[in-house]
Structure formats: C-alpha cells, structure tokens
C-alpha cells in the first residue's frame, strides 16, 4: 500500500488550517504546526465572534 505524502504546515491560522484541508482533501497527511495555545490566528484573537469573509476570487483550488 502506497503511504500518503505528509506536509508540514507553520501556522495554525486562516491560510494554515484552509491549506491543511485542502491538502488533505487531496490525501496527504498534515501536520499543522502552532506555537499559540489555539488556532486561528489574528482572526481569534482580534475579531472575536467574526465570520471570515474572503471574496470568492481570492479563494484558489490546491493543485497537487
């Protein structure tokens, strides 16, 4: 059986967690690395209860 390629990503925020998940989408193992007790960022710790809000032409597709 072919193992899945594994990725290292630094940064647990909005771009980290959003490239984790679309990396795994396409099969590779991800580890998100975070040197804050939390993920998120400067979105968490700054824009308490705020939804992200990206418009759609910044949102690109990983190709793997």
């Not at 909005?14 to 975070?34: I, S």
């Amino acid at each position: 059986m072919k193992q899945a390629p594994t990725v290292g990503i630094v940064g647990g925020g909005v771009a980290g967690l959003q490239t984790a998940r679309a990396l795994m989408a396409k099969g590779f193992e991800v580890t998100v690395f975070e040197s804050a007790a939390a993920v998120g960022g400067v979105w968490r710790e700054n824009y308490l209860n705020f939804g992200i809000q990206v418009p759609k032409e910044v949102i690109v597709e990983v190709k793997c």
